[in-house]
């Protein structure tokens, strides 16, 4: 059975104190999940141990890191490695998401090797893909994201594949005023799942969570969950207010 997952990634939002109260906020809706399901809070660097202190004594919750160095160690200032994250008990990582591939510039291969690196140091990542406007209004969407996973994800072996969690971002319908239709979002997921099954078989493409990326709301998160290919969420905007995150959370199905 693949895990459905809602994870709130807050970007760079909230002070110590803000994330700490948005936390327990989360916590005190007293929501209990089924088996298979789980919550996932990706917070700035500075707030992983307290969110970690937190979350520790709810099952299904999890803490993500919203990025990692593609290097082991050495004279990097300012970053951040994949050991490090383990060392404090970090659980997922989040990689290649569209902000960082636009305004830091990574790349596919850049991104392999941060995949490798949150592998060898025992971490889940969660690998965000997707298409800008220009690619989508091209209906060219299918090979961009295709490249996307075979120069990232498919130097991995079966097993190493299903430590993956992939996230598909609609660009195009992020902040634009444009909506991707839950169809749109299946028809998407469905073509990703079909290419890790060509990859890597059907078992892994089975097996694997495929979370939607696109400004998922409480209002349209039931629909998009209920696509029999959506195995959840990766949350912006809505996981940064407690009611809106516990409601999608609630939706999963």
Same mark, same amino acid.
């Given at each position: 059975? /693949? ?22 906020? +989360? ?5 209990? *999940? ?13 707030? &992983? ?5 937190? *979350? ?11 990025? !990692? ?10 970053? =951040? ?11 997922? =990582?989040?990689?290649? $998401? ?29 690998? !965000? !893909? ?12 299918? #090979?961009?994201?295709?490249?996307? &996973? ?13 430590? =993956? ?5 609609? +660009? ?20 990703? /799942? ?7 078989? /059907?078992?892994?493409?089975? $097996? ?18 209920? !696509? ?6 990766? +949350?912006?905007? #809505?996981? &940064? ?10 939706? &999963?199905?």
């Amino acid at each position: 059975m /693949r895990k459905k997952i809602v994870a709130g990634n807050w970007k760079m939002n909230l002070t110590l104190a803000q994330g700490e109260q948005l936390i327990n906020d +989360i916590l005190q809706a007293g929501l209990t *999940l089924k088996e298979g399901q789980e919550v996932v809070v990706a917070t700035p660097f500075p707030y &992983l141990l307290k969110a970690k202190a937190l *979350l520790k004594s709810y099952p299904g919750f999890y803490v993500a890191a919203q990025n !990692c160095s593609s290097e082991k160690s050495g004279a990097y200032t300012g970053e =951040v490695s994949a050991e490090m994250l383990q060392s404090i008990g970090v659980d997922y =990582v989040i990689l290649g $998401h569209s902000e960082r591939r636009e305004y830091f510039h990574e790349t596919n291969e850049m991104l392999a090797k941060k995949i490798d690196q949150v592998l060898a140091n025992g971490l889940k990542p969660i690998f !965000c !893909c997707g298409e800008p406007l220009e690619v989508r209004k091209a209906e060219t969407q299918n #090979a961009y994201v295709a490249k996307q &996973l075979e120069d990232s994800l498919y130097h991995l072996t079966e097993e190493q594949l299903k430590q =993956v969690v992939i996230a598909y971002e609609p +660009i195009w319908a992020i902040g634009t005023g444009l909506t991707a239709s839950s169809a749109q979002a299946q028809d998407m997921h469905a073509f990703i /799942r079909s290419q890790i099954a060509n990859k890597f078989g /059907r078992e892994a493409a089975l $097996h694997m969570s495929i979370l939607y990326g696109g400004s998922a709301k409480p209002g349209n998160a039931a629909e998009l969950f209920s !696509c029999p290919d959506v195995d959840g969420g990766l +949350i912006g905007g #809505a996981s &940064l207010v407690a009611a809106d995150f516990v409601a999608i959370i609630e939706k &999963l199905s």
